[in-house]
């Protein structure tokens, strides 16, 4: 980060803070801390907001909770997480917070290569989540064709991919494999799709590499473009145009640390927490997102920027981790393993925990007829683990598929099948 970012982010945290005297959850929260004379002042006296927090503020303070800066008519947007990780949160912006999410995603599509004259289709249901819902807008003021995807079965999106010479797909990780899967399935022919760009957010696949690669064999002339961003933070990062699975945070409009999960002190690899310096209707203030990182070594990147670079994207998330005979296993480790094995159409792991002790797993669904595809992929993660995690196969279709983010990962009570 240059000196000169470094003084705007103090700039817009002193503003902030400003704003923030007549938001009541954060006027409780940093009663006496008045003004900010340095960032490293700001690491070291402003605590934490944790999602635990919010969902206690917005069941005291219902329907939204106490995190709101200005009285209620001044919001024109509702938003809701999607409850993967817990309790749903409510989220209330104003047209100001609106319009500084639409310039981030803005970015992520400059950084993209997307411009006016691209077509993008969204293939997602436009619920209550933040979801797409600024992209789309994003996409429409920067002179492209916004074609929403809402309510229609795969077969019926590929078709207006093709039909409208769709150049560019948005939607998750998980659903840009089952589209493709689907094309085989029912023979839509996509090798001479227009399709160049897909932008991926939701789960961490958009950087994990074997997912990637999967992806992009079944979108040929297409490249895979991550992303991520969360319901009560905006959209944070974009895909570095030069350096393959690295997201840059915008760090015009957010002051990102790295912290290690544990102490909370600075760490090279731990968890990422944000401030956004534009959202002031419905602000975060060192929010711990439980976003797992590795932070980037170099000052200044090959693409020109000076942007926090996360290396590899999104890792992993702190709740997502499980201790299996000693070993710490993130999903991302397993989907990689699980990607790079050819033949696997969709897959399931279950965790199941009997005295204290917990372990996985594995149902794949083969995309053909092939008799050692579970001996194949237990191997894979035996060399790769160095565990045994036994691998069965389920009839094809038998596993849910996601158009949203995914939820593989469920736990089984023990003496259940």
Same mark, same amino acid.
């Given at each position: ?96 917070? %609106? ?5 981030? %995603? ?34 429409? @003021? ?14 019926? @999106?590929? @078709? ?58 079944? %979108? ?188 593989? %990962?469920? @736990? ?6």
């Amino acid at each position: 980060m240059t000196a000169g970012v470094q003084a705007e982010q103090l700039g817009k945290l002193r503003a902030l803070f400003r704003a923030l005297r007549t938001n009541a959850f954060y006027s409780r929260k940093l009663s006496g801390l008045e003004e900010i004379p340095d960032l490293a002042w700001f690491r070291a006296h402003v605590p934490f907001t944790t999602k635990r927090e919010l969902i206690d503020d917005q069941r005291a303070h219902p329907p939204y909770g106490s995190n709101l800066t200005y009285s209620l008519d001044r919001y024109t947007r509702f938003s809701q997480t999607n409850g993967t990780t817990g309790t749903p949160l409510r989220w209330l912006d104003t047209a100001e917070s %609106w319009e500084w999410m639409i310039g981030n %995603w803005k970015q992520v599509f400059q950084a993209a290569g997307v411009g006016a004259g691209d077509r993008v289709f969204f293939a997602f249901s436009f619920g209550p989540f933040l979801g797409f819902w600024v992209a789309f807008e994003a996409a429409v @003021r920067m002179g492209c064709l916004a074609i929403p995807g809402g309510g229609m079965r795969s077969s019926a @999106r590929l @078709r207006a991919i093709l039909d409208n010479q769709v150049t560019v797909l948005c939607c998750t990780p998980t659903y840009a494999l089952h589209l493709g899967d689907a094309a085989i399935e029912d023979r839509i022919d996509v090798s001479h799709s227009k399709v160049r760009r897909i932008i991926v957010a939701g789960e961490p696949g958009g950087s994990i590499k074997s997912t990637q690669a999967r992806i992009e064999e079944l %979108w040929p002339g297409a490249r895979v473009v991550d992303h991520h961003g969360m319901t009560e933070v905006g959209p944070v990062s974009y895909a570095c145009p030069k350096r393959d699975r690295v997201l840059h945070v915008i760090e015009s409009s957010y002051f990102a640390e790295v912290i290690d999960p544990i102490t909370g002190e600075a760490s090279e690899r731990g968890e990422l927490v944000l401030t956004n310096l534009g959202r002031t209707g419905s602000p975060l203030v060192r929010y711990r997102t439980g976003d797992i990182v590795q932070r980037g070594t170099s000052e200044s990147c090959e693409c020109g920027t000076c942007d926090l670079a996360l290396e590899g994207g999104i890792l992993a998330r702190t709740d997502d981790m499980v201790v299996i005979r000693g070993v710490n296993l993130y999903p991302s480790a397993i989907e990689d393993i699980v990607r790079a094995c050819d033949g696997i159409a969709e897959y399931r792991v279950e965790i199941r925990t009997e005295r204290s002790l917990s372990e996985l797993r594995i149902q794949v669904e083969p995309a053909s007829s092939d008799a050692g595809l579970a001996h194949r992929l237990e191997s894979s993660l035996r060399d790769a683990l160095g565990l045994r995690i036994p691998v069965a196969t389920v009839p094809h279709g038998s596993l849910p598929r996601f158009e949203m983010k995914a939820q593989r %990962w469920i @736990r089984v009570t023990a003496g259940t099948q």
